[in-house]
């Protein structure tokens, strides 16, 4: 199967990093990504940039103020309502594999707000379901690549690539790593799913490998809502560990030629999630 979504040179992106079980901010997204559509007459593709699931089981009392504002867990819902959406909407709705589905599919399992959060929600499924859970996600991508110059992946552009055909031929599974701490280790997928940063010269030249001019993704929470990193990476947290205030949603112009970060405009192409709510100043942070 190939890992790599190939985006066409016309119509309007809409991209959404890190929901992780956040139905809330699905529908906020969802409801983004129908408005624009019909704006431009069925045009309009939206991308989620993995780790659509996962979230906290936690009451609102036990909420910690630094992961954002609050929600409980519902990644069931989450990819039950991704799978409505792109049945209604062919060929327009994407997702790429983030470290936490990947878990559920040969990847080692996250522990970030249980034991294991792959068993927990899969008990949480039930059997016949999680078998279906399994198949949804098998089809979610590694990366995506746009002719406007954008290359989308889950995490930092770290991998060491010299074409496009190793990503589009990676391998899924991980069996020969011993410890979830040797994963970025382990070639292409390893850095794709779990790396937090790239260093300028791996970054250029991942995405001159896969054939755009900048880079990005979300995996870190940048509680500003956006981070920029050199000309050539820009981070995106349009959900999970992040305030209604600077929560934030990339649209994209797919006839653009996107030759640096610095081209993505706050209040053209690094939108609020929430308009009512964001402060006036959406500045972001950069290197």
Same mark, same amino acid.
């Given at each position: 199967m190939a890992r790599v979504i190939r985006l066409p040179n016309h119509g309007r992106l809409i991209v959404c990093t890190d929901l992780q079980g956040c139905l809330r901010d699905f529908r906020a997204i969802t409801e983004i990504f129908l408005r624009v559509n019909a704006q431009c007459r069925g045009l309009a593709h939206l991308l989620f940039t993995g780790d659509l699931v996962h979230g906290p089981h936690l009451y609102e009392h036990e909420w910690p103020e630094f992961l954002?504002?609050?929600?409980?867990?519902?990644?069931?819902?989450?990819?039950?309502?991704?799978?409505?959406l792109s049945g209604k909407h062919p060929g327009q709705i994407h997702a790429l594999l983030g470290n936490h589905e990947h878990g559920h599919i040969g990847g080692p399992h996250t522990a970030k707000f249980a034991l294991d959060e792959v068993l927990l929600l899969e008990a949480r499924l039930g059997p016949a379901k999680t078998e279906w859970f399994r198949e949804v996600l098998y089809g979610f991508a590694l990366a995506a690549v746009a002719p406007c110059g954008a290359v989308f992946t889950h995490g930092a552009p770290?991998?060491?690539?010299?074409?496009?055909?190793?990503?589009? %031929?990676?391998?899924?599974?991980?069996?020969?790593?011993?410890? !979830?701490?040797?994963? $970025? #280790? /382990?070639?292409?997928?390893?850095p794709i799913l779990w790396?937090?940063?790239?260093?300028?010269?791996?970054?250029?030249?991942?995405?001159?490998?896969?054939?755009?001019?900048?880079?990005?993704?979300?995996?870190?929470?940048?509680?500003?809502?956006?981070?920029?990193?050199?000309?050539?990476?820009i981070v995106? %947290?349009?959900?999970?560990?992040?305030?209604?205030?600077?929560? !934030?949603?990339?649209? $994209? #112009? /797919?006839e653009r030629r996107y030759q640096s970060v610095y081209d993505l405009e706050v209040g053209r192409e690094i939108l609020p999630l929430y308009p009512d709510k964001a402060l006036k100043s959406l500045g972001g942070r950069a290197d």
């Open positions: 954002g504002e609050y929600y409980r867990d519902q990644s069931g819902e989450v990819i039950d309502e991704f799978v409505a770290a991998a060491e690539i010299d074409s496009i055909e190793q990503v589009e %031929s990676a391998d899924l599974q991980t069996m020969e790593i011993e410890s !979830v701490l040797d994963i $970025l #280790d /382990l070639p292409v997928i390893g790396a937090r940063s790239a260093s300028p010269e791996a970054a250029q030249r991942f995405v001159r490998a896969m054939g755009g001019t900048i880079s990005i993704y979300g995996h870190d929470v940048i509680p500003e809502g956006f981070e920029r990193i050199g000309d050539e990476q995106v %947290s349009t959900s999970f560990g992040v305030f209604d205030t600077n929560k !934030v949603y990339l649209d $994209l #112009d /797919l």
